[in-house]
């Protein structure tokens, strides 16, 4: 559901973009009316909101959650500093095990909030193609409308963020209908096993409107089929048994809270 900030009332430029946001994305605009977010949860039985308010991006659409104390927006988090030590020549784990590079295509299946993708878009360059397919529509929503708005300090992560094909839509259903061999890597990073990233309050507002089913065989098995190159699996330490998955652990860096895994296809 959409609704404004407590000030009443809303600006012209606040009640225009909500009107956008009900026509493009299908959802209700429900009137704030001065109400706390305890009452307007109570009385709608909304499940989140995405509040338009009046202040500078990033925080001029916000996701608010039950329950949850601080207000989700779109960031760009690590990728301003993974694009800028690549350009730097410094080498990105996940770029180095995929062996990705100018001109690649590939397939992101857990979009979330675009970092990954951003890295994979500024590696693949612009005669690449990242596709992004992300199962939650507010998180679809902060991602599609926050990389258009961001205050970018970098032009090169702006049109990163800007060349990413993002879909909405659950992995599962996407894949099959996609062109067996239509991209050199597929990436999955699912909601970590029993938690998420140790610190992240990103990751933990996230999961709670996220699709979060578990990472199956069947499900890699069909990713490869996609892949011409490989499956790529991000995780945590403690999180997958990659056996189970058909993937072969990639060794982690020391001190991460995060290692992969991969299964070479074609």
């Known amino acids: 559901m959409l609704t404004t900030s407590l000030r009443e ?13 009900a026509d ?4 209700p605009v429900v009137p704030r009316r001065g109400r706390p977010w305890s009452r307007l949860f109570a009385e709608t039985g909304a499940g989140w909101f995405l509040a338009v308010t009046e ?5 001029d659409l916000l ?8 207000p989700l927006f779109f960031h760009p988090g690590m990728a301003l500093r993974r694009i800028k030590a690549i350009r730097e020549g410094k080498s990105d784990l996940m770029v180095q095990v995929s062996s990705a590079g100018p001109g690649d295509v590939v397939f992101d299946a857990t979009l979330g909030l675009g970092g990954d993708a951003a890295v994979w878009s500024f590696v693949v360059g612009e005669r690449g193609e990242v596709m992004g397919v992300e199962g939650s529509l507010p998180v ?3 991602f599609r409308e926050g990389r258009t708005s961001y205050p970018f300090p970098d032009e090169d992560v702006r049109r990163a963020y800007l060349r990413i094909d993002a879909r909405l839509g659950d992995f599962r259903d996407v894949i099959p209908g996609l062109p067996p061999g239509s991209a050199d890597v597929v990436f999955f990073d699912p909601m970590f096993p029993g938690g998420s990233v140790p610190g992240s309050s990103t990751m ?6 996220a699709l979060d089913p578990p990472l199956r065989r069947e499900d890699v098995d069909a990713a490869c089929r996609l892949a011409r190159h490989l499956v790529l699996v991000k995780t945590s330490v403690r999180g997958t048994n990659f056996s189970a ?3 072969v652990p990639v060794p982690r860096r020391q001190g991460a809270s995060f290692t992969y895994g991969l299964r070479e296809c074609g």
């Open 140 to 142: 679809y929503i902060l």
């Open 204 to 209: 933990a507002a996230i999961r709670r409107v």
């Open 55 to 59: 202040s500078p991006p990033p925080r």
């Open 63 to 70: 996701l608010v959650l039950p329950d949850v104390p601080y």
């Open 9 to 21: 009332p809303p600006s012209p430029e606040v009640r225009e973009r909500l009107s956008r946001l």
């Open 245 to 247: 998955l058909g993937l």
């Open 24 to 27: 493009t994305y299908g959802l």
